[in-house]
């Protein structure tokens, strides 16, 4: 059952949005096909339509609001165009919890669909994509809403007919309910039944979800390894640019003292043969020819250089040991500061293009936890405070104590963040980095070492343009049992 045929009143001009609508109206014509059957839609079909829609609410109007956005159209009809979307998705989840209510929830659905999906396509989205038009053609946006506006509004009759169906929904929706609760009393015994039945079935559902979430923990242990290990690998190659440094020195060095050693040969050569009548000036030739006074002076400080440079490879390597605790226990207790010290210098490759690290330690006793995760923390949160500056800016590490707590403080002076965006940064794969440059795991498993694990928790101050500041807090005892 057709009750919407594609054509020309719903093309919009705007690919990405009619291929959407298109997959709406194949939504609700499949509705109508199921509902053409006579019998009741089984309750899969009706779970698969709800998410369905939920697929299609999330991405279709995300798009929109983005072309919105990027037009920057006016907020009389963005705003309005935006709380609709919201409207639409309460709507969607009220009938998806009161189905069990609805005699035919398909039929709720579908009547729905097609008076939302009228409004929706011939008003809304038609005016989005003429104000769009013709903004990109140079009318200010204001402007472009009052033009759209003065035209006869060809849709105001489907716009009727679509709210007289709606409404007539929804009244058939609380005759349904009425109707439930008439006949609730008959229907208890039927339903004492059906919940003794029901508590076997949940008892084996209750094992069977036991099973799920030993299966989802270890999913969880698995992606902070994982996180781990991707973690390295990003340092790796800082790590190794900080290490060629220092080696390609002493090599380039020992390669030069190798041709001052050649030539001292040489003078001593030539003082071998001293026996000559000749040898005296043969000795003074080759003195000069090698600049011995200048090599005795230069052979000194190459190999002072050389064991500088090994030095440098050697704090790094120590660096990296202390950042990971690979031959330390688990728990213990540990120095913050040392372990933000370590970490600092482990990632210094990704800080000094970006910014000048200012340091203010306080004092700070051992604290009882799992030093190799929480400096993991501290270079997630230091990384993401270099790639939040876009040129050049300023990070500050401090740390202190308080009561029976430690807290580290890590500022920065990039762009910040929005309030909406501060609310979800520790969702999981939640990014706001670009496709490719960010997995959105860092600060959720972050939030787990320290808030699940640790037993702390985050304080976090950001706005657009000033910055960001995360203070982390961890128990000095370690998590209460």
């Given amino acids: 059952m057709e009750a919407f045929v594609w054509d020309e009143r719903f093309v919009t001009g705007i690919d990405i949005v009619d291929l959407q609508h298109h997959h709406l109206v194949d939504v609700v014509n499949d509705v109508g096909d199921l509902l053409l059957g006579g019998s009741q839609v089984p309750e899969s079909r009706v779970q698969s339509l709800f998410k369905d829609l939920a697929d299609y609410a999330v991405k279709h109007f995300a798009d929109e609001e983005r072309l919105m956005k990027e ?47 009228t409004f929706h396509i011939l008003s809304e989205d038609q005016d989005m994509a003429k104000q769009i ?57 039927a339903r004492t039944q059906q919940l003794v039945e029901a508590n076997g079935q949940l008892a084996e559902e209750q094992e069977q979800l036991k099973a799920l979430l030993k299966k989802v923990e270890e999913a969880q242990n698995q992606l902070l390894q994982s996180e ?155 990384v993401n405070a270099a790639q ?9 590490v401090r740390s202190g104590s308080e009561g029976d707590s430690a807290w580290v403080e890590i500022q920065d002076t990039g762009k910040g963040m929005a309030a909406e965006t501060v609310k979800r940064i520790f969702e999981p794969f939640f990014t706001t980095k670009p496709v490719g440059k960010g997995t959105g795991l860092g600060l959720s498993l972050s939030y787990d070492i320290i808030v699940k694990r640790h037993g702390g928790h985050f304080d976090v101050r950001s706005a657009p343009g000033e910055g960001t500041t995360f203070r982390v807090w961890l128990p000095i005892a370690g998590p209460r049992s």
């Fill in 228 to 382: 781990k290990m991707a973690a390295i690998g990003q340092l790796a190659a800082g790590v190794a640019h900080e290490i060629n440094n220092p080696i390609g020195f002493v090599n380039s060095n020992l390669g030069t003292l190798q041709g001052y050693i050649e030539k001292l040969l040489v003078v001593i050569d030539a003082y071998e043969q001293f026996a000559t009548p000749a040898a005296p000036d043969a000795i003074q030739a080759a003195k000069a020819e090698a600049d011995l006074d200048f090599l005795r002076e230069d052979v000194r400080a190459l190999l002072k250089e050389s064991q500088d440079g090994l030095a440098r490879v050697k704090k790094i390597v120590q660096d990296l040991k202390e950042f990971s605790h690979v031959d330390e226990a688990e728990w213990q207790d540990a120095d913050i500061n040392e372990g933000l010290e370590s970490t600092l210098n482990v990632v210094w490759a990704e800080l000094k293009y970006k910014a000048e690290v200012i340091r203010q330690y306080g004092e700070i006793p051992a604290v009882h936890c799992i030093a190799a995760q929480v400096n993991q923390v501290f270079m997630n949160l230091l």
């Fill in 388 to 396: 939040a500056i876009e040129e050049r800016g300023t990070i500050t």
């Fill in 71 to 117: 037009a920057h159209l006016d907020a009389r009809h963005a705003d309005v165009h935006t709380r609709h979307h919201k409207e639409f998705i309460q709507q969607v989840v009220s009938m998806w919890k009161s189905r069990g209510t609805m005699k035919n929830p398909a039929e709720v659905l579908h009547g729905f669909l097609a008076s939302w999906l």
């Fill in 133 to 189: 038009a013709l903004v990109n053609k140079g009318t200010l946006p204001d402007e472009a809403f009052e033009l759209e506006h003065r035209q006869v509004d060809s849709s105001a009759s489907a716009l009727l007919d679509a709210l007289h169906k709606l409404y007539s929904v929804l009244s058939a929706t609380n005759q349904d309910l009425a109707e439930t609760n008439l006949h609730l009393e008959e229907k208890v015994a």
